[in-house]
């Protein structure tokens, strides 16, 4: 369990228990609409090349500026929706939850799920 300070100074310090959701909500936060598109080129990307693109790549796919790919796959990652790995370049992944809201919009079909691991 975690803690988060209420107040300090020179003598006192005061911290309460953090208070930590028991689970995750049960729908992920909704995606602006760049941040859908670029959420859907990752899951293309994959399912053509089987492997997931470098931020370069959405770069170029998209036509914009390195730090405006970050500025949308951060908000991806903070969401839910992609995983990073430990893997240096590629590594993204669609988690489990990215994949609902793929069914859920009808890019892939409730019976098919490709591996994306």
């Known amino acids: 369990m975690g803690f988060i300070l209420i107040h300090m100074d020179k003598w006192n310090t005061t911290l309460v228990p953090a208070q930590v959701p028991d689970r995750l909500p049960e729908e992920l936060p909704p995606l602006t609409e760049k941040q859908q598109k670029v959420f859907v080129f990752l899951f293309d990307f994959f399912c053509e090349n ?68």
């Open 50 to 117: 089987r492997f997931y693109p470098t931020q370069r790549e959405i770069m170029q796919h998209f036509g914009i500026k390195g730090s405006t790919a970050a500025a949308y796959l951060g908000p991806l990652t903070f969401k839910g929706y992609v995983e990073k790995t430990s893997a240096a370049g590629r590594n993204l992944k669609i988690s489990e939850r990215g994949m609902e809201f793929l069914k859920k919009i009808g890019r892939v079909s409730k019976e098919e799920q490709p591996a994306l691991f």
